[in-house]
């Protein structure tokens, strides 16, 4: 009670004394805090909260950033130098790590967190600086839920925000060997240097005042060794003797190697006595074992021990960090982190594991609504409810976190990451064998849909092609990737066919050129498919004549009996898909990265003509069109559609140009569609009243009619028919488009550049 009145009397005389000025408020704020060390006894721990430490703690604060705020720029205050000069923040970080009192690493890390983001100057290489900040990196370890992880990850969000605004400290943070730390050491209590504090954004030195602030006690009572990690080694001089300096920090030039250090006599061994080196780590003249294995990045290990927190805003914070350290430009600062940290490895084993923690019964149809973003902590679609939306979510949006670390990193940390996640990720969770699971095809399929990464893009359709493939084999490796979804494409399983369909089509829309040419250029390159050839004319009437003959080739597939036509004078025509695929060939030619190949003469000698199996599979199943479900014939024509609009010669050749006379036994798209309309006329046209339910039929799957489908053999076969005739119809617009866009596109053909 006693000391109660006596704190509030003391507050009310210093409400009515004159101010002090700063360096004195200060000083006299830091002796209350550290009162409380000297008032408490040792054998009873008291709650921070019970404690005037708190306050002083924003005092302190509230003064430095003042005085920060007011002083001109590149210039030190007293107190700021007072901080400096008698490593406060060594002992503030050793009462941290003691917690005493309970609650004490928490105002600690808030208060150095404030310091370090909100101070105009940098002082984080400073010497009396970095080693407390760096004492505090090795405490924060999320390994072990604490009360504190949620302070442990702000102060590293700001020292890394920090760090991205100066990459030229990151050094400084880093283990390099003994050798380069030696040297920096060693640097940093040269001669020079101990006369001058160096600001690293300024390009001179600017000196500070060596003498400190007169009439305050704590100058010259508060040592260094109050702090335990603060003991001078024998012939060192205290922190108070010695004006504070910033370490120098070197160019970027690669790491010092053994046979640079320096000498351990004359100038340098008397300036290394002040080093915070022991005798024996510089030994041989400052030189060691360049195998040393103290190589690391403390701050990145120590933000990657808190992946697995449960608290999804501090792994966001954590993601947040690293996104910060991997985008600096600097090639040094990248093959530290590469070599030195296992965040590539973690990212992708992290990967794996939520991969593998999505359950079985989760429904793949729910998986395409999903809105996820790496910085949402909840997928925004309506079925967030699920069983397994949660785990979907949490793996779609690390997906999309690797994603953008490759997209914003340095080109080593994207090589790197792309390594790992095609050894830790693609070959041992996504295998061939897991890709019979319609499951496991959706998140295949919403893993390419993401992707935004060219680096991601290329690993991805590497796992697909695996190895080289060639163009003379009519079979690929069923034990692989691309073996195995063939096999599902000709499932007589309906969701894995379908679910199938729906991941080429993607593949054809992100497939980068080596995707594309393993799976279809290769082998229609040498256009083995050409038979006799014939004499084109390619001037301007030709060409329009050709183009139209082309339309109408798509047009007329179709028996006149069976064309939307026939039944609806009033239906659209080809027209109708022009817009679209517009749209969709433009895209197509501003994303491509290459030319189109000049075609090369046909390949007349070739014996024979193998179109690949995707091509072949292809084929094979529109021909089967009328033994299929409505729904796998909707998903082929997208799967066609986006295949036509491929900027390549020979695919133009091949299944647009109708005028192109084919070797001897080659199926072309326009002869598999043929033969499927002259089966579906001989099933349909017998029938009577055929006319009226084909315009029912068409209304229904267009939208225009909302009557149920009757399920019947007859209704599926007129499924079909309108199938076949909208598909041509967007062929048709294809064609038109490409020769809109490039009149040698399809129209001429590659016959007459031979």
């Known amino acids: 009670m006693l000391a109660k009145f006596s704190t509030v009397l003391q507050n009310a005389v210093d409400a009515l004394a004159p101010p002090a000025p700063p360096h004195e408020d200060f000083a006299y704020h830091w002796k209350k805090l550290m009162k409380h060390y000297l008032d408490v006894s040792t054998t009873k721990q008291v709650p921070i909260e019970l404690t005037n430490i708190p306050a002083h703690f924003d ?29 406060l923040l060594d002992l503030l970080v050793t009462l941290a790590n003691s917690d005493d009192p309970p609650g004490m690493r928490q105002y600690v890390l808030q208060f150095i967190t404030r310091l ?87 390009t001179s030195d600017l000196m500070l005042p060596s003498t400190p602030p007169v ?30 300096h910033l370490v120098p920090v070197p160019p970027p030039q690669p790491p010092l190697q053994a046979e640079e250090g320096y000498d351990s006599g004359g100038e340098d061994a008397a300036s290394g006595a002040n080093c915070t080196v022991t005798a024996d780590q510089c030994t041989n003249g400052g030189s060691v074992d360049s195998t040393s294995s103290d190589d690391g990045f403390p701050v990145l290990d120590s933000l990657l021990s808190y992946l697995e927190t449960a608290d999804s805003r501090i792994r966001l914070k ?84 690797c994603n953008q670390i ?53 690993v991805l359709c590497e796992w697909v092609v695996g190895g080289e493939i060639d163009g003379c084999r009519k079979a690929v490796d069923t034990d692989s990737v ?62 329009a004549t050709r183009l139209d003959g082309i339309i109408q080739s798509f047009l007329t597939v179709m028996p006149v009996e069976l064309r939307s036509g026939a039944c609806e004078p009033n239906s659209a025509g080809y027209e109708q898909y022009v817009s679209e695929s517009h749209r969709q060939y433009a895209a197509v030619a501003a994303a491509a990265t290459r030319l189109p190949p000049s075609p090369p003469p046909p390949g007349s000698d070739a014996t024979q003509f193998f179109e690949g199996p995707f091509l072949s599979t292809l084929l094979g199943s529109i021909r089967n069109i009328p033994n299929q479900e409505y729904e796998i014939n909707l998903q082929l024509t997208a799967v066609v559609s986006r295949l036509a609009l491929c900027a390549h010669p020979c695919v133009d050749e091949f299944l647009l140009d109708t005028t192109v006379t084919l070797r001897d036994g080659v199926v072309s798209l326009h002869g598999a569609l043929r033969e499927v309309a002259a089966v579906l006329a001989a099933a349909v046209t017998p029938r009577p009243g055929y006319r009226q339910r084909l315009a029912h039929t068409r209304a229904r799957l267009l939208g225009a009619d909302l009557t149920a489908h009757s399920g019947d053999e007859w209704s599926s076969a007129l499924e079909c028919v ?12 294809i064609a038109y488009v490409k020769h809109k866009h490039d009149p040698s596109s399809c129209v001429v053909s590659p016959a007459e550049e031979s």
């Open 116 to 202: 370090l983001t909100h101070l105009k100057t940098p002082i984080a290489a400073h010497t009396n600086v970095y080693p407390p900040l760096q004492r505090l990196v090795s405490m924060c370890d999320g390994s072990t839920p604490t009360a504190t992880e949620g302070d442990e990850v702000n102060f590293l969000f700001g020292l890394t925000a920090l760090l991205r605004c100066h990459p030229q400290v990151i050094p400084v943070f880093t283990f390099q060997g003994e050798s380069s730390k030696c040297e920096l050491r060693r640097n940093s209590c040269s001669s020079d240097a101990s006369s001058q504090f160096s600001v690293l954004t300024s």
């Open 215 to 244: 009439n305050n006690a704590l100058f010259a009572n508060i040592q260094p060794s109050a702090s335990p990690s603060s003991a001078l080694l024998p012939g060192q001089s205290s922190a108070a003797s010695r004006p504070p």
């Open 482 to 543: 691309l073996g195995t979804l063939f096999n599902n494409w000709k499932s007589t399983n309906s969701e894995l066919a379908l679910e199938t369909l729906r991941f080429f089509e993607v593949l054809l829309e992100k497939g980068n050129d080596c995707l594309m040419d393993r799976l279809l250029y290769v082998y229609l390159n040498d256009r083995g498919y050409i038979g006799s050839e014939t004499a084109i004319d390619s001037t301007g009437d030709s060409q």
């Open 318 to 401: 954590v993601c947040q960090s690293v996104m910060l350290l991997v985008s600096v430009p600097e090639d040094r600062v990248a093959t530290t982190v590469t070599s030195e940290s296992a965040l590539c490895s973690r990212l992708a084993q992290r990967l794996a594991d939520l991969c593998r923690e999505i359950p079985d019964s989760t429904e793949p149809n729910h998986i395409d609504d999903m809105n996820v973003r790496w910085g949402l902590d909840s997928p925004t679609s309506p079925c967030v409810s699920c069983e397994g939306c949660r785990q979907v979510a949490s793996f779609l949006s690390w997906f999309d976190f």
């Open 722 to 733: 309108v199938v076949i005739d909208e598909l041509c119809k967007e062929l048709a617009a």
């Open 59 to 87: 005092q302190l604060l509230k003064i430095l950033l003042k005085e920060d705020e007011e002083a001109d720029e590149a210039t030190t205050g007293p107190c700021l130098e007072y901080l400096l000069q008698h490593n």
């Open 406 to 458: 490759m997209v914003e990193s340095h080109s080593t940390i994207g090589e790197a990451l792309r390594r790992a996640i095609y050894e830790r990720f693609l070959e041992s969770t996504l295998t061939p064998d897991s890709l019979t699971r319609v499951l496991t095809l959706t998140l295949a399929t919403k893993c390419f849909k993401l992707t935004t990464s060219p680096k991601l893009n290329s």
